[in-house]
Protein backbone atom coordinates (compact mmCIF):
# COMPACT_ATOMS: atom_id res chain seq x y z
CA UNK A 1 0.00 0.00 0.00
CA UNK A 2 1.49 3.52 -0.80
CA UNK A 3 0.88 6.88 0.41
CA UNK A 4 0.66 5.40 3.65
CA UNK A 5 1.43 8.20 6.12
CA UNK A 6 -0.79 10.39 4.46
CA UNK A 7 -3.41 7.94 4.45
CA UNK A 8 -2.87 7.73 8.36
CA UNK A 9 -2.95 11.85 8.58
CA UNK A 10 -6.08 11.88 6.91
CA UNK A 11 -7.86 8.90 9.25
CA UNK A 12 -6.54 10.83 12.44
CA UNK A 13 -7.81 14.06 10.98
CA UNK A 14 -11.13 11.91 10.55
CA UNK A 15 -11.60 12.75 6.92
CA UNK A 16 -12.79 10.06 4.61
CA UNK A 17 -10.57 9.28 1.48
CA UNK A 18 -10.86 6.51 -1.34
CA UNK A 19 -7.45 4.79 -2.51
CA UNK A 20 -6.67 3.13 -5.66
CA UNK A 21 -3.36 1.75 -7.01
CA UNK A 22 -2.30 0.90 -10.07
CA UNK A 23 0.90 -0.17 -11.31
CA UNK A 24 2.82 0.51 -7.93
CA UNK A 25 1.58 4.44 -7.70
CA UNK A 26 -1.04 5.52 -5.45
CA UNK A 27 -4.27 7.93 -5.49
CA UNK A 28 -5.97 9.22 -3.09
CA UNK A 29 -9.67 11.66 -3.20
CA UNK A 30 -11.13 13.14 -0.80
CA UNK A 31 -13.34 15.89 0.25
CA UNK A 32 -12.62 18.70 2.78
CA UNK A 33 -14.76 21.49 4.31
CA UNK A 34 -16.89 20.92 1.28
CA UNK A 35 -14.16 21.26 -1.31
CA UNK A 36 -12.43 18.30 -3.31
CA UNK A 37 -8.90 17.22 -3.30
CA UNK A 38 -6.84 14.44 -4.65
CA UNK A 39 -3.20 13.03 -4.80
CA UNK A 40 -1.90 11.02 -7.41
CA UNK A 41 1.74 9.15 -7.38
CA UNK A 42 4.06 9.11 -10.52
CA UNK A 43 6.14 6.04 -10.96
CA UNK A 44 9.35 5.53 -10.96
CA UNK A 45 11.61 6.33 -11.93
CA UNK A 46 10.57 9.81 -12.06
CA UNK A 47 8.36 9.24 -8.45
CA UNK A 48 6.43 11.89 -7.57
CA UNK A 49 3.15 12.78 -7.18
CA UNK A 50 0.38 15.85 -8.61
CA UNK A 51 -1.78 17.08 -5.90
CA UNK A 52 -3.94 19.99 -5.46
CA UNK A 53 -3.88 19.75 -1.44
CA UNK A 54 -2.34 23.46 -1.58
CA UNK A 55 -4.14 25.42 -3.87
CA UNK A 56 -7.34 23.65 -4.33
CA UNK A 57 -8.08 25.14 -7.84
CA UNK A 58 -4.65 24.32 -8.80
CA UNK A 59 -2.87 21.13 -9.73
CA UNK A 60 0.59 21.28 -8.69
CA UNK A 61 3.78 18.80 -9.00
CA UNK A 62 5.87 17.30 -5.64
CA UNK A 63 8.92 15.97 -6.10
CA UNK A 64 11.67 13.80 -4.49
CA UNK A 65 10.05 14.45 -0.76
CA UNK A 66 6.49 14.76 -1.96
CA UNK A 67 5.11 12.52 0.79
CA UNK A 68 6.29 14.61 3.74
CA UNK A 69 5.58 17.96 1.71
CA UNK A 70 2.38 16.78 1.35
CA UNK A 71 1.72 15.35 4.87
CA UNK A 72 3.26 18.63 6.41
CA UNK A 73 0.10 20.44 4.53
CA UNK A 74 -2.09 18.26 5.78
CA UNK A 75 -1.06 18.71 9.22
CA UNK A 76 -1.31 22.37 9.01
CA UNK A 77 -4.81 22.55 8.28
CA UNK A 78 -5.65 21.50 11.89
Known amino acids: MRLQKIQN ?3 N ?3 K ?3 SEEDDCGSIDFEHK ?3 YNIWEFPAPERGA ?3 IRST ?3 EEFGAS ?3 EL ?3 LKSWR
Open 9 to 11: QLN
Open 13 to 15: MGI
Open 17 to 19: YSY
Open 34 to 36: GLR
Open 50 to 52: ESN
Open 57 to 59: GRQ
Open 66 to 68: YEE
Open 71 to 73: LDI
